[in-house]
């Protein structure tokens, strides 16, 4: 049994969010989340392994910055 202590973090508090947890936090799907992460330009991507894990401060920024999606 994995003891989950990240799980009580909220997310707008989290540094790192899982696809599941961006789509939550800023209502955009995890495919266009995907797809947007898929870009050479995507700089709010860190993997670790196969896992794909934003950042959120970066990730609102470029949203902010974005007049479409």
């Not at 936090?25 to 266009?32: L, P, Q, S």
């Not at 330009?41 to 959120?56: E, S």
């Amino acid at each position: 049994m994995r003891n989950r202590k990240d799980e009580n973090i909220p997310i707008w508090e989290k540094a790192y969010l899982t696809l599941a947890e961006a789509a939550e936090y800023t209502g955009i799907g995890v495919n266009k989340l995907r797809v947007i992460t898929d870009q050479d330009y995507c700089d709010f991507v860190l993997w670790v392994g196969n896992r794909r894990m934003l950042k959120r401060t970066k990730l609102v920024e470029y949203l902010d910055s974005q007049n479409q999606i």
